[in-house]
Each structure stands twice: as structure tokens, then as C-alpha cells.
């Protein structure tokens, strides 16, 4: 058959661990086909080789039906790959037109010919149906607009198979609507696409066929419009794990008690007065659009930024919180967004990025207790399940939704009264975002007080007890879960207010 | 399940970085004791000799090495010695008293690193520029304060306990480097300062985020720098009964050099302790070999410099065949 522009035949790759186990995948001329799996299961690791990133172990790679070699990113190039990754690789303070051409500069009598270049980019951006100046540093673009620009760097490469890694992980809803409206017109060019992602209803929309990788092997492969959510979520987990959606359950605990109250809290000139409470062992959502705050004022509760005036108080008491660490003696997590540059020293271990808010729990005397540490640690990799090879292997080598858990896993060895979650459930699987949901939820039966903060609205409605809506730095909104119906309306109070 | 944390808590990767220097040191060692026997390398004076010359070198690299773990870098050691070594000797010359000539050294140092860690962390100066400045400054007032002379040290208790004294036939100083080792290489690896340490040279915004004061931590690591360089001044002016202000001249360069050899990433977040002292003996086993083999001086510079390029790539062309392994 020769409508396949990409086949891989029996890949096989291992760390140590077999990750990747005969691989077999064919990808069709024009389609865009999701490669969906649990966290770990090695679809970045099956791109990556493919990619020329990491060198495949066994098997076989053929292009529009050549066996080819790839091993380099270059040489994947050259037969026209390239993938945007999970991590975005841009150059920050680099112009997007310098970052597209990154290392194959257009040169006029030994200089760089920035007009040339400038235009080619604008050429390129305006074909996607963006409006960019190509001269803006990346630093500057939101990570929507990069990830575009990403994109458009692949594209200018003469790209034809294109890889995207969850590009949607970070994505608004209006600009996951813009990347799926330019997957569309790259399609109709001939250009195939193989779609990582965690999110279900993405898949079905914008996918032609799907293949579910679990635990290095391909277990199913299929046309989209002959399957469904369930029988992808059922291959994804396996057969003997029951499929269970997120759904709302009634809570078992509920109080009158208040125990964070935010008090007129001023944090620059847009984000003014917000003013609300959270109970003993009550979720809280904050929804909106990115920009609109939400992460603006976990970050000032949690003493990473500073406030400009209000109070902050915590069963009834006067929180006075000029830094992280002021917060965590009071009691008060956050699981920052971006869990690669926030969340994690990414060239340490397992073991020390679980350990580090709560390190001082484990000296006596001024040591540390090493044996305590370690079964710490291995409780908490039990507990939330995290996938590594050892505890004391750098982090940055375990998949993205395992180092998510890992996140997690470090707040609560301190038992946080309060708990701020900001986007957690970005780049998890299925199987572990319920297991989230359930440790949050446990979690807050205990009486403590949970403040979550999601852009997949099926998610804050499956876990919230009452969301917060907030538009441009000003709550607009404060729904009790009973009173939402359908996700369409907590949609419209999001987009409209 | 995928199979989970094969064999829990055994599986440690073989830290490579950090190994490389201790089979460097051997190599090189072995190297100069065949080449150089007949000049007496081996003899036992001759190696406590090593241990003696390179005492202030070491104890300085155990500061370098928290600085450059938690991903800054300090220039100011070699003045900070100077400056504390002619604070000793004048306090010692005014005075009389041995507690507050070592109490001026110490303290000057300890200052000079509190004000490096204010200019870094609340002026956010980078540390390169503002320890160059610094150390100029120190230097320049060394000389100007004693006019370019020496200050000579006459107090045989002062001299015997800090530098020219030994225990048997084991030089002082070495009990010195020893002491400053246990304490340094206890607070690096089994307190929670030094996680905090690693942590901000790893990844600075992620320990602000875990609750980790990185500029207290950064200001304790310039202070720790600082105090051991004073300390370093105090042992200079011990060992050549003077204080001076061209003593360690191109020390922190030393330092820098040790310290990297030994394991530590100039860009912050990994460190060995111990690797820096062996970097520290490795470069003074270079140095007396090098005088040993009676090479001019300039022969001795070119071919320090070319050693230590050599033994960085080597360490690094290691790991990196072991990473692509
Ligand atoms: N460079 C590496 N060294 C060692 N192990 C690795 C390396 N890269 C990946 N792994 C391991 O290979 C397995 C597959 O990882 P991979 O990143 O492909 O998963 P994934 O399917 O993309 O998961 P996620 O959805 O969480 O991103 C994981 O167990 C991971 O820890
Ligand atoms: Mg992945």
C-alpha cells in the first residue's frame, strides 16, 4: 500500500527497562492520527526515534515506502519530520523570525539578511492566519502563540509529517480552536500529522484515526468513527481496569466553618479587590480564560508575589506572608503551573525534588535522617503511583505526567490546611488525573481546604464544590456545583460575563 | 503495571562527574611518582610538603564549592586572604592578642561575604561582575593600607597554631583542612542547608516555589565563601609569619579550577565536597611537580593550564560517551 508516508516496523528501544517493545505504526498520506497511552507508556520516546532525538535499539523506519536511516534530527529533517515537543525548544530571547531560522540563517554578502528573513517569516505566519511581527522576541508571545511559532518553524522547513507532543497541555481554549483550525488547513496541503494528547474530546475531534500505546506495546489501532472514548479508555488502562469517567461525587464532608478568607486583595492595577472564602474541607474552583487572574492570586496567597494592599486570613487569624516560606509554615501548598520550571529542579533526583518543602521534617539534630528520607519518599512513589526506574534517578528522565505526580507527591508530605492546585491535571493520563481527583478529594474530607484551579471544565465540574468565575481580574461569578447543569454554562459565564 | 521502581532502593546511576577527578588524581599521581622518583616526589616530606602548600587552596574550595553549587561564583577569595591575613598581623602587631588577630581575619572575610551576597541577591548584580569589583576593591585597599610592605608576625603561639606548627611529623595545617572538611562536608551533605544549596543552583524559581528563602540561601553560601577565605588569610599569615597584600594571588582561580575539577557544575545545582579536595590536591600535586621537574615558570603556567583543560574534557567526554551509552 502506498498511501503510507510513514511506517515503523518492530521498534523496539530500552533504558534498562524495555520501554518500547516491536513497535508496529503507519501513519497515512494527509491524515492526522492521535497516538494516545497512559503517562509512560513511550509515545515520546516512540517520536523521539522517529525524530532522530534518541537511537532506536531494533526495527525498522520506512518513508513513502524507502527504508530510511535516521540518526540525527537533521537526517529527519531532510526526510521531512519534525515534531513540536512536549517541552517548548524555542530560543526566549531570540526574535521568532532569528528562532525560525535557528542555524540555516539566509546570508547576503557574508551578513544576515534580516529583511529577507523577516519577510519569509511573515509569509509563513500569515499562511497559518496569524498576525505576528516577526521581530518580537519570543519571550514576549503567549504559549499559545509560541507553540504556533513552533509550528511555523517546522513548516518553513518543508515539514510533511509533523509530530505535535500535547500541544494543547497549555493551551486556552480559543487557541487550542486556533491550532485545530491550522491542523485543518495543513491537512488539506498534504501535510500528516501524528496528535499527542491526554484529552479524550480533542481526539474525537480532530483526529482521522488513533493508536493506544500501553506499557511499550501497541495494543489498538483504529478509524476514528469506528470507535469510542470507552473502548480507547479500555485499551489505554487495560482490560481488567474498570472504566470509570470523572463524575461528581456527593462529598462526604461539609462545614460552615471558614478557613481562608481573602479580604480585598489588591495585586496590580487589573487584579482588584477580590474578595472571597474558602470553608473546612471544601473544593474551590477558579475558572476563566488565561490572563484572567487565577494564577495571579494563588501565587500572591501563596507569598510569591507581593501584594499591593488587602488581608489574608486563615481561621480567623491574620496571615502575614512576605515569602514562599512564610506561607508553608502556615500550612498554605501550591502546585505551580509549569511544573518544569516551577515545579521541579529537573537535574535532581526523584527522591529530592519529592523531599525538598519538607526536608527539615526528616533533621534531627541537624542531620538527616537518610533511611527515613529514603522510605518517605518510597511511600509517596507508592501512594501516587509515580512510574521511575529509582528514586534516585534525575526526574527530568521520567515522563511528563510522572513528574506531574511527583508535583503533588512533594506538598503533601507537609499536610497542607490549605491546598491551590494550578492546572495539575496538564498532561496526565486518564488513570492518573482520577487518581488526583481522588487524592483531592480525600484530601479535603480531612477538613482541609482545597482552591483548584483547571481549564478543562469537566474536570473542576467533576471535583469542585463551588467555582468562581473570574474575567479580567474581577470575580464575575460564584456558582455552587448543584446549580450548573451542563459544562455549556459554566462555558458561557466563562466566556461571556 | 509497567515495572515499577525496579529494585527500589538499590539502583543508583554511577555518578561519573563526580568520580572522574579521583581517577585523574591517581593517574596523575602515578605519572609523577615514576617520572619524578628520582627527585624525591615520593618522599614523605616532599608530599607534606604538597599537603601544607595546598591547605589554604583546599579550605577555600570547600566555600567555592557551596557558591558554585548553588550556581554563583565568588572571585573575592585570593584578596579576602590577603586583606585578612594584614587585618591578623596588624591586630597581632597593635594588640598582642592571638583570639581577636584570628577574630579581625575571620571577620573581614565573613563581612566581605555578606556584602557579595547582598550585592547578588538584593542589587541582583551578577556575581562575576560584583566579586571582580569586590576584589579589586579588597586588594587595592590591602595595598594601600600597608603601603606595599609586609607586616611582620612575631608571636611563635600565633605562628605554631596557624600555619609553621605540626603534631608529630603531620603538618597543622592539615589537621586544619581536615577540620574544615568534616564541617563542611556535614553541613553539605546531611543538613537541609545544603539540599536548600543544591536546590537553588538547580532551580532557582522551583525553590522559591517549594518554600526555600533562595537569597538567604545564596547569602549564607557567599558567607560560608567569605569566612574560609578569611580563614585562608589567617593561615597564610601562620604559615609565612607576615601579612601581605599580594598573598594569594590567583587563588580563585585555584579555586575555581579545583572545584570544577572535583565535580561541582559551574552552572549550579550538583557539587562534591569531597571531589574538591581532591581537585585541590591534584592541582597542588601538579604545581610541586612541576618545580620538582625544574621547569621555568613560565613552562610551569602553560603546562598547569594545559592540565587542567585536559582532565575537564576528559571528565566530561566520559560522561557524555556514558550518557549516549
Ligand atoms: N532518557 C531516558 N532515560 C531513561 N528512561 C527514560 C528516558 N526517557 C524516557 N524514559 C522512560 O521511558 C518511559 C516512557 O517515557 P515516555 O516519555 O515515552 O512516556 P509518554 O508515553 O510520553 O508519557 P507522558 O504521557 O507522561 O508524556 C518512562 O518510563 C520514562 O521514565
Ligand atoms: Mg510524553
Redesign the interface.
Known sequence: MDNYCLKLNKISKSFG?KVLDDIDFALRKGEIHALVGGN?AGKSTLMKIMTGVYSKDSGTIEVNGHEVDIHNVENAQNHGIAMIFQELSLIQTMTISENIFLGREIMKNGFRNTKKMNEETSFILNKMGLDLNPEITVEHLSVGNQQMVEIAKALSKNAKILVLDEPTASLTDNETQKLFEIMHSLKTEGVSMIYISHRMNEIFKIADSVSVLR??KLVFESIIQETSIEEIILHMLGSTSDVNLLNWQERSYSSDEVMLQVIDLSINDQITNINFDVKKGEILGLAGLMGSGRTEIVETIFG?RKKLNGTVLLNGENLEIN???D???AGIA?I?EDRR????????TLK?NI???N??A??HN???NENQA?NAT?AK?DEF?I????????INLLSGGNQQKAVIA?WMDINPKVLMLDEPTAGIDIGAKEEIINIVRNYADQGNSVIFISSELSELLAICDRILVLHDGVISENILRKEILKEEELQYAIQVS | ?????????????IPFDKLMVYIIFVIVFVFFSILLEPKGFLNITNLLNILRQTAVISIMAVGGTFVMASGQIDLTVGAVAAMSSVFSALVLQKNGSIILSVLAGICFGTFVGLINGLLVTKLRLPAFLATLGVMQLVRGSAMKITDTSAIPIDNDTFTYIFGAGSVGSIPILVFWTMLIYLIGA?IFY???FG??V??TG??R?????????TEKVLIISFIISGLLAGLGGVLYAGRLSAGRFSYGDGDEMSVIAAVVLGGTAMSG??GAILGSLVGSLLMGIINNALILANLSSAEQMMIRGAIIVVSVAVSNLTQKIQKAA
Request: glycine fraction near 8%.
Open positions: 527497562v509512560g506499557d511499550g510569591i515569602c514562599s516560606a506561607a508553608v509554615k501550591l505551580p520550571r516551577q515545579g521541579l529542579v529537573l537535574i535532581h529530592d523531599l525538598l518543602p526536608i527539615k526528616y533533621e541537624g542531620w538527616i529514603v518510597q512513589i503511583n512510574i521511575a526506574k529509582s528514586m534516585f534517578y534525575p512533594k | 503495571m509497567q515495572s515499577k521502581l525496579v529494585n527500589k532502593k538499590h539502583a543508583k546511576p556535614y546531611k543538613s537541609s539540599r536548600h543544591l536546590a538547580g532551580n524559581l522551583s525553590a522559591e516555589y517549594s518554600g526555600i528563602k545545582g550538583t
